[in-house]
């Protein structure tokens, strides 16, 4: 039990490479949990634990690798079966760090098994208030570059390149779509 809320121990370590350059929604980075009062255990002898309190590092550990490869609410899961709207927005519950150069780089993939209708994925610069993205349509083989210049009137400047075909009229995408982060790119 020692080991596992170790700030050297076992499961830190193995959280740290696991999951570095992500953050888990509303939990933040793997070893920065410091709002993340869920996983924080109480001293030893009780108190108020301002300087001893320890992180459960194997219970964030196991944490971050259920709810990393999730999607936020609405859909809340590992699958989406059903959407109410269209156009509906899905988020990944994994956040990509730019600011953490990772050695391996990241690579988050989605397998589309059923898509009735368009399909796309988006990388979006909340830090910059979401004010600019990268999207990959596989249905158009297009990369979109996308920066909101003015909010009111809307105006918004882009570019994009097709490196793929589209695909065929009247069929929809179904495969692999995936994203690969590395150094920032």
């Known amino acids: 039990r020692q080991m596992n809320r170790a700030r050297i121990g076992p499961w830190r370590a193995l959280g740290a490479r696991a999951f570095h350059g992500l953050e888990l929604e509303r939990r933040g980075a793997f070893e920065q949990p410091a709002l993340d009062r869920e996983h924080l255990a109480a001293p030893p002898g009780g108190g108020s634990g301002r300087k001893c309190a320890r992180v459960d590092w194997k219970g964030r550990y196991r944490r971050f690798r259920t709810e990393l490869p999730t999607f936020c609410a609405p859909f809340s899961g590992k699958e989406i079966c059903t959407v109410a709207n269209a156009d509906e927005v899905a988020y990944f519950r994994c956040q990509l760090r730019t600011d953490v150069e990772a050695t391996d780089g990241v ?37 979109i570059r ?6 009111a009137p809307r105006k918004v400047e882009g570019a994009y390149i097709q490196p793929l075909p589209t695909v065929p009229p009247g069929r929809r995408f179904h495969g692999l779509i995936g994203l690969y982060l590395h150094r920032g790119r």
């Open 146 to 151: 996308e920066r909101k210049v003015r909010e």
């Open 107 to 143: 690579y988050i993939e989605v397998e589309v098994l059923s898509n009735p209708d368009n399909l796309s994925m988006a990388v979006v610069d909340f830090e910059a208030g979401g004010c600019s993205s990268v999207t990959f349509s596989p249905d158009t083989g297009a990369v």
